[in-house]
């Protein structure tokens, strides 16, 4: 199959090349990409700001449709729409990390499309425990915002809180940005974007969002 692999620890290097067709170990499943994401990380690997082993083929935020199960996969059947939980690709599940719940620390943590082969190609295999479902109501391009649109929800949702009436900056009108402003608005704030004049297209869109003010900083 053709992928985007990172061949060299370089910057640069980035190709366009034939790679084997993946296998579902025991534990695993094969998914047919149908739709990936370029992060912001893509493009740091591309110049190489960012610590991988090449080669490996990149792309994490993705989803797609599972064409085969390895042996003792029980939580998933060929046909199924799904995106990957791509941080905790590979975990070791015994360290003092792993154990209390919090895997992103684990010290032997690969992340796909890094730390081991990603979703620019046709196929990708993962174990069964970071494949999550993708409702019949997304479609699959809105399915690989899933990874990114996570992030937000962490951090707008989950380690802030935020009352109906209270304001909200917002640093950035980037896709995190203005994913981070659009939950805020949901949850009853008042949303003030800021970001610069290279940022006008992305500005003038906010203002579709429902974005209360932006400022040019």
């Not at 290097?13 to 790679?19: D, F, G, R």
Request: proline share 7%.
């Amino acid at each position: 199959m053709k992928a985007v692999v990172k061949t060299r620890p370089e910057p640069g290097n980035v190709e366009y090349i034939e790679m084997p067709e993946p296998q579902a170990a025991p534990g695993q499943v094969v998914i047919e990409i149908r739709n990936a994401g370029v992060c912001g990380t893509d493009i740091h690997i591309f110049k190489s700001e960012y610590v991988i082993k090449p080669p490996v083929i990149l792309g994490h935020e993705v989803c797609g449709t599972i064409v085969e199960t390895g042996a003792g996969v029980t939580r998933w059947k060929v046909g199924d729409r799904v995106t990957v939980n791509p941080s905790a690709g590979r975990l070791c599940g015994k360290c003092r990390y792993c154990q209390i719940g919090a895997p992103f620390m684990c010290i032997d943590r690969a992340a796909v499309g890094s730390g081991m082969n990603g979703g620019f190609a046709k196929y990708l295999n993962v174990r069964q425990e970071i494949v999550l479902p993708l409702p019949e109501s997304l479609d699959f391009e809105t399915g690989a915002l899933c990874e990114p649109f996570a992030c937000a929800v962490q951090a707008v949702l989950e380690l802030t809180t935020i009352r109906p009436g209270e304001v909200v900056a917002v640093s950035g009108p980037g896709p995190i940005g203005l994913m981070c402003a659009m939950l805020a608005k949901a949850y009853g704030a008042r949303v003030v974007l800021l970001g610069t004049s290279k940022d006008a297209g992305r500005m003038e869109l906010s203002k579709t969002l429902g974005i209360d003010v932006t400022v040019n900083v």
